[in-house]
């Protein structure tokens, strides 16, 4: 009998099926945060959820008595930096001013940025079709955007396209470092060494007037914002980029675009056409063919 190894690899689906659960927790950020911003300021949403989530995980680290990773301690902090306040300061501001699902639609570039920060300095060298595969969906994003009726470019799109240049360029660091540390350790170490610009923000929000008489609805999309969007859905998105590649299995997140449509209209009461529909499946079939895509 052949004895099973212990080393023996990962399945590939395996990377993606973490990816597509951590892109399914995401896809609620948007409509959560147009929740949230009914009784919380975009600046306490920004540092309460990360000092919050800070918290939860820094117990999770102390009582499992996890050593300090010196090693990465400034990959760490610059990725705390990028998904503790860029993606969600910029995402809040934006959340002001556009739909959530209009947001979602705009975010779909993620993946194609995601790819390209992993070329730059993730290692990874995917090849043409990969590429080109990246593109078509990117396109696709961007051509729903421009097809819908009451989408009108603005402000908003701006905040946006920062929330998703800090989110790409944030997921190659903490996917990288992933690699060779569970995936919920690093986005807990990194909240951990940006709390106390976290405890800082929270405390000047708050003399701001940053909380104004929440409702239940409001206190629990702060809550999912705290403890799903920023802890439990980075657990299995890094452990889903670790496995399968940075730059493969962030083809995944494309959906997220639709997941968020799905949201936003369950949630908030926007509306689901059948051009949605039928782009939600065109893009679907390119992540599909995606993966069929050499990565070096």
């Known amino acids: 009998m052949t004895p099973i190894s212990p080393t023996a690899p990962t399945p590939p689906l395996t990377g993606y099926l973490?990816?597509?659960?951590?892109?399914?927790?995401f896809a609620?950020?948007?409509?959560?945060?147009?929740?949230?911003?009914?009784?919380?300021?975009p600046s306490f949403i920004t540092f309460g959820r990360a000092f919050g989530a800070a918290l939860i995980t820094g117990l999770a680290l102390l009582g499992l008595r996890r050593s300090v990773p010196v090693a990465n301690r400034r990959q760490l902090f610059a990725a705390g930096l990028l998904l503790a306040?860029?993606?969600p300061g910029f995402s809040s501001i934006a959340m002001q001013t556009v739909p959530a699902s209009h947001g979602g639609i705009v975010l779909g570039i993620l993946p194609l940025m995601t790819a390209s920060f992993a070329a730059l300095f993730g290692g990874e060298k995917p090849g043409l079709l990969f590429w080109g595969f990246g593109i078509a969906g990117a396109a696709l994003v961007v051509s729903f955007s421009l097809s819908g009726a009451d989408i009108t470019p603005g402000i908003g799109d701006l905040w946006l396209a920062l929330a998703a240049l800090s989110a790409?360029?944030?997921y190659v660091i903490s996917g990288k470092i992933s690699r060779s540390m569970p995936g919920w350790e690093v986005i807990a170490w990194s909240l951990v060494f940006v709390a106390p610009?976290?405890?800082?923000?929270t405390i000047w929000s708050l003399l701001q007037g940053g909380v104004s008489a929440p409702d239940a609805a409001e206190y629990a999309g702060f809550g999912y914002l705290t403890g799903f969007s920023m802890v439990l859905g980075f657990v299995f998105w890094n452990r889903g980029l670790a496995l399968g590649g940075i730059a493969r299995v962030g083809q995944v997140q494309l959906l997220q675009s639709f997941f968020t449509i799905a949201f936003s209209a369950a949630l908030l009461g926007e509306a689901v056409t059948p051009v949605k529909l039928a782009y939600a499946f065109a893009v679907g079939l390119v992540?599909?063919?995606?993966?069929?895509?050499?990565?070096g």
């Open 18 to 25: 973490l990816g597509l659960v951590g892109v399914m927790i």
């Open 28 to 41: 609620a950020t948007l409509p959560m945060t147009h929740i949230a911003l009914g009784g919380f300021s």
């Open 85 to 87: 306040y860029g993606f």
């Open 168 to 170: 790409s360029c944030g």
């Open 197 to 201: 610009i976290s405890l800082v923000g």
């Open 287 to 295: 992540v599909w063919l995606g993966r069929k895509a050499k990565v």
